[in-house]
């Protein structure tokens, strides 16, 4: 039996944000990685919590490491791609992205964007000029968990993609909210709203 996080997610009142993971808590995830238009699929329900997210007058915005790029798994028209197939599929039920940040960096490489590490985050929170204290981050990894930590927003842990295997390892924040998937963790969010 999961135990899902009874409390209440506010978040914070300077701006209505929300910073998804894409692989594993918007689409299916794989561990040969997502390298084509063909092989992204939705998981049931996330594109229309983005929308009700949207409607709600929050910005959804999608911070993703995407090493196939620096694996040379894919090309960046490929990742435009997948992209565009996820804009016009979340169009499609009246939703969108805000903003999408990527880091197309390996494991071995020493950059600051790529998760656990905050840096894609700490532009985020530039580029819109907030702070992210309490702003909801929801990923299916520890890595997730990790940079939302670092900068004081809110880990959101979904236990679909690596989810069920991160929350087995127990290696994450402390605060972290857990919740079944992007759609059950947008609907408790909005009741709180």
């Not at 969108?96 to 940040?101: K, N, S, V």
């Not at 907030?130 to 929801?138: E, Q």
């Not at 679909?160 to 605060?175: A, I, M, Y």
Request: aromatic content about 6%; proline content about 6%; glycine content about 10%.
């Amino acid at each position: 039996m999961i135990q899902v996080s009874n409390e209440r997610i506010v978040p914070t009142r300077q701006a209505k944000l929300i910073v998804l993971d894409r692989d594993g808590v918007i689409n299916y995830d794989s561990d040969q990685f997502i390298k084509s238009p063909d092989e992204w699929r939705p998981i049931p329900g996330s594109l229309e919590a983005i929308a009700r997210l949207n409607h709600a007058g929050f910005r959804v915005i999608v911070a993703t490491n995407q090493s196939g790029l620096g694996r040379r798994l894919f090309d960046m028209a490929t990742l435009i791609s997948i992209h565009d197939k996820m804009y016009k599929a979340l169009a499609q039920l009246g939703g969108r992205i805000d903003a999408l940040f990527y880091c197309p960096h390996t494991a071995d490489s020493n950059c600051d964007c790529r998760k656990p590490k905050p840096g894609m985050l700490v532009e985020i929170g530039q580029r819109f000029g907030v702070d992210l204290t309490g702003v909801p981050c929801v990923g299916d990894g520890e890595r997730d968990l990790q940079a939302a930590a670092a900068v004081g927003a809110q880990p959101i842990l979904v236990l679909t993609g690596k989810g069920e295997k991160t929350l087995r390892s127990g290696n994450f924040p402390q605060d972290t909210a857990i919740f079944p998937d992007l759609a059950f963790f947008v609907t408790a969010l909005l009741a709180g709203d």
